[in-house]
């Protein structure tokens, strides 16, 4: 995330408007205490904040700022063509998720990569603060081949700041512990990758983890042959997390930031 300060308003009130509403009508029964594990994800998700706002001001430089430099250049493959601005809009947009897609197959396909990533997996449960549980060394990485992709896209830099607030908006959405009746999910998952979809990425079975990688558009799992519709054991009794890390100590902070280097 690396939009201006005053955007974080915006995730900031999808996740606590989704809080409030796993409080009220949750999905699932709980296996960890729930605010433990709210204090350890948000404890986190703080950090990360505080890193790559760190990250930004020591290069003088954010993924939006960046996207308006190479405008002006024209570098990249979009600022070379004549398309209509909404053309390039949507096909900035959709060639950005595509590049997080590849970037999360990456994350579980490299072992030095998911040492990083399993941070995200370790969770037990499934709620609006399990997507902002990553480890900061993913989120570094993370920036970097955001920036790459910006570069060779050449997406404009209004593009680059709604796709920002899309992606968190959406891993908030996804990861969230709420009910959707079963027609509603079936018709948002042609569009958005809901928490039925999601969820099943989060399973204890690494069949079912090794699927279902879209952050915010669900088509590039169906296109590539990594969509699960959902998981064998079914969306309540399904285990979730990985099978080597089950206690309480998993869910703390401290736990979290080593767990790369074990």
């Known amino acids: 995330m690396s939009f201006p300060p005053r955007s974080f308003l915006i995730p ?12 009220a009508r949750p ?4 296996s960890a205490p729930r605010f433990f594990r709210w204090l350890n994800n948000l404890g986190l998700s703080s950090l990360n904040a505080v890193l790559l706002a760190f990250l930004s001001a020591s290069a003088s430089l954010t993924l939006v700022e960046a996207a308006k430099r190479l405008e002006v250049r024209r570098i990249g493959l979009l600022n070379l063509t004549a398309w209509p601005y909404p053309v390039k ?4 947009f959709v ?9 999360h197959w990456t994350f579980h ?16 449960d499934l709620d609006a603060t399990t997507g902002v549980r990553f ?23 209004l593009v680059v700041a709604v796709f920002e607030l899309a992606l968190t908006s959406a891993s908030l959405f996804s990861h969230a512990d709420i009910r959707l009746p079963e027609r509603l999910d079936a018709w948002l998952r042609l569009a958005v990758v809901t928490p039925d979809m999601h969820r099943v990425h989060h399973s204890v079975a690494s069949s079912e983890t090794n699927s279902n990688f879209g952050f915010c558009l669900p088509w590039w799992d169906r296109l590539l042959g ?7 054991s079914g969306p309540i009794l399904m285990a979730l997390g990985l099978p080597e890390y089950r206690d309480w100590r998993a869910q703390s902070l401290p736990w979290l930031l080593l767990l790369p280097f074990r």
């Not at 900031?12 to 409080?23: F, I, N, R, S, Y």
């Not at 060639?95 to 970037?103: P, S």
């Not at 990594?226 to 064998?232: L, R």
Request: charge should be neutral; proline fraction near 5%; glycine fraction near 4%.
């Open 89 to 92: 809009f949507v096909l900035a």
């Open 109 to 124: 396909a490299v072992p030095w990569l998911w040492r990083a990533h399993k941070v995200h997996h370790t969770d037990v």
């Open 226 to 232: 990594t969509y699960e519709g959902a998981p064998a």
């Open 135 to 157: 480890h900061p060394a993913e989120l570094f990485l993370s920036f970097f081949v955001k920036a790459a992709a910006v570069a060779v896209i050449g997406a404009y830099f």
């Open 95 to 103: 060639l950005l998720d595509l590049a997080i897609y590849a970037q």
């Open 27 to 30: 999905k699932r029964p709980l």
């Open 12 to 23: 900031t009130a999808v996740l606590a408007g989704l809080m409030l509403w796993e409080l």
